[in-house]
Nanobody, 124 residues
Framework: VQLQASGGGSVQAGGSLRLSCVASGFNFEQYIIGWFRQAPGKEREGVSC????????VYADSVKGRFTISSDHAKKMVYLQMINLKPEDTAVYYC??????????????????WGQGTQVTVSS
């Protein structure tokens, strides 16, 4: 399983960013794929995940209405569109995948497979 995230950057509060993740080495439709983030001094937390089988999506309460997860199965890509970014969204964002549906809880257990992180910095 390989995951490669990109698209992070620095924006001002209220700005937008789109993260991308290219997946390989596994059957996209048999995995939960999504995004987690880790801010300095904080634990890694779930942001949003998608069931590759039926497209079901889940979001952390803190990002509902501002972030949208989507995918392109043909390209094996997962995206995270982030709008109205806030300083508290500042973190390293990770693309992750796991075949266990429990990952949709965006809590423990965390996914088994991780890409490298991409930094998102939101200034006030």
């Amino acid at each position: 399983v390989q995951l490669q995230a990109s698209g992070g950057g620095s924006v001002q509060a209220g700005g937008s960013l789109r993260l991308s993740c290219v997946a390989s080495g596994f059957n996209f439709e048999q995995y939960i794929i999504g995004w987690f983030r880790q801010a300095p001094g904080k634990e890694r937390e779930g942001v949003s995940c998608m069931d590759g089988y039926d497209g079901k999506t889940v979001y952390a309460d803190s990002v509902k209405g501002r972030f949208t997860i989507s995918s392109d199965h043909a390209k094996k890509m997962v995206y995270l569109q982030m709008i109205n970014l806030k300083p508290e969204d500042t973190a390293v964002y990770y693309c992750a995948a796991d075949p266990r549906v429990v990952v949709l809880l965006l809590a423990q257990p965390l996914p088994d497979y991780w890409g490298q992180g991409t930094q998102v910095t939101v200034s006030s």
